[in-house]
């Protein structure tokens, strides 16, 4: 907030200018909301710009190796979510005018050994079921579609429609469209605390107090500790994880790559950088208790990605970076009015948010505006928890 204002009033209070933050503010705005959207750090910087810019679709090998079938299968509404967060990127490259660097090529998941490729098969069939566009892959089809990925696997998955968006562009673009539609952004505007106050709320920040009649929570890790402030903790965690990139190269990997017998993301980028990510857990500074990059960890991410694309041990390695990515037990968004404090949302999408973001958003807003969702929302209420 600016620093002669000590108090302001609006229709809605949007929490966390990410990517769900911000096509929250700007769907709100459209249609005509009097929007503040406030970040206690500044917009993007934080999950949604630490992440490397994956848009998934398939089930996560490694929760579906870990927690099987029957989760794999309740997992449908995520699905569909991230179906819809897909789709949702490519319009809003088209809505805003700008390039997002959209690319959905497809995500390949490779296989290492014949047990892996069965474990493949098994997920291939459920997803399937879930309307996904996925091909199994043996070592000749491997070839075909990847002949980028080292001879020694044994062959995968293909997942169409997965791909990658700029994470350094797309949350700024999002915030600088929603102000031109009439969102008021703070920067460096901390929430402390949030009180009932009659048919609205009265929200302390950092900066000055905010008057609003409804309030959304979509600040990621943040979200539960914000609707703590209204007597509803949510356990909507954080993980600190890290993810590198290269220097520019010429074109060596057409998808998104992941690996069945470890942690790896691995994609090109528009300008030719090759980013190198998966879930490698990040160190946490001790005094400050910010992420940190862990040297053991991307010694060992950068091993699993030469083992996968052996090319990619001929690339200079330019940044590592660590930040934290929200998450649930079950490992579905939370996405909801809190029963007990009418007027207040929460929004969260674990581990793969930033695909998720516009239609996340969306929804939001839908909520906020009561208006019919686009979809069922009920596996992702709060009251699960």
């Avoid at 991230?82 to 490779?110: K, Y």
């Avoid at 291939?124 to 309307?131: L, W």
């Avoid at 686009?374 to 699960?384: G, Q, S």
Wanted: with cysteine; net charge negative.
């Amino acid at each position: 907030m600016c620093a002669e204002a000590t108090r302001i009033a609006c229709d809605v209070l949007v929490v966390g200018a990410g990517i769900t933050g911000t096509v929250t503010a700007r769907e709100l705005s459209r249609a005509g909301a009097d929007v503040v959207l406030v970040d206690r750090f500044d917009v993007g910087t934080q999950g949604s710009g630490y992440n490397a810019g994956s848009l998934h679709l398939q089930i996560q090998h490694a929760p579906f190796r870990e927690r099987g079938e029957a989760w794999a299968r309740a997992y449908a509404p995520a699905t569909a979510l991230l179906r819809a967060g897909c789709d949702g990127w490519a319009a809003l490259a088209d809505e805003l005018g700008v390039d997002l660097e959209v690319d959905t090529p497809g995500g390949v998941l490779v296989a290492e050994t014949e047990a892996q490729l069965r474990d493949v098969e098994r997920k291939v069939a459920i997803e399937r079921e879930q309307g996904l566009d996925v091909e199994l892959l043996d070592r000749d089809g491997l070839r075909r579609v990847a002949p980028y990925v080292s001879d020694r696997m044994a062959g995968g998955e293909l997942c169409r429609g997965e791909g990658k968006a700029s994470a350094l562009i797309a949350a700024p673009a999002l915030a600088r469209d929603a102000q031109r539609h009439g969102t008021r952004l703070r920067r460096h505007t901390d929430v402390t605390a949030i009180a009932r106050d009659g048919d609205g709320f009265e929200v302390l920040t950092s900066n000055g107090s905010i008057r609003a009649r409804r309030v959304v929570s979509a600040g990621g890790v943040d979200a539960g500790r914000i609707t703590a402030m209204v007597g509803r903790p949510l356990p909507i965690t954080g993980e600190a994880i890290q993810a590198s990139v290269t220097e520019p190269v010429a074109p060596l990997v057409r998808h998104l790559v992941y690996f069945a017998g470890d942690m790896l993301t691995l994609k090109q980028s528009a300008v030719g950088t090759v980013l190198i990510g998966g879930g490698w857990p990040a160190a946490l500074d001790p005094g400050s208790g910010r992420p940190a990059v862990s040297p053991a960890s991307l010694d060992a991410n950068l091993g699993v990605a030469r083992r996968v694309v052996p090319a990619v041990a001929n690339v200079r390695l330019v940044r590592t970076w660590a930040g934290f990515v929200n998450a649930t037990a079950d490992w579905l968004p939370v996405i909801d009015e809190l029963p007990d404090v009418p007027g207040f949302f929460v929004g969260a999408f674990p581990y793969m948010g930033f695909t998720a973001g516009p239609v996340v958003g969306r929804e939001l807003a839908a909520l906020a505006l009561d208006r019919t969702p686009e979809h069922d929302l009920t596996p992702f209420a709060v009251d699960r928890f």
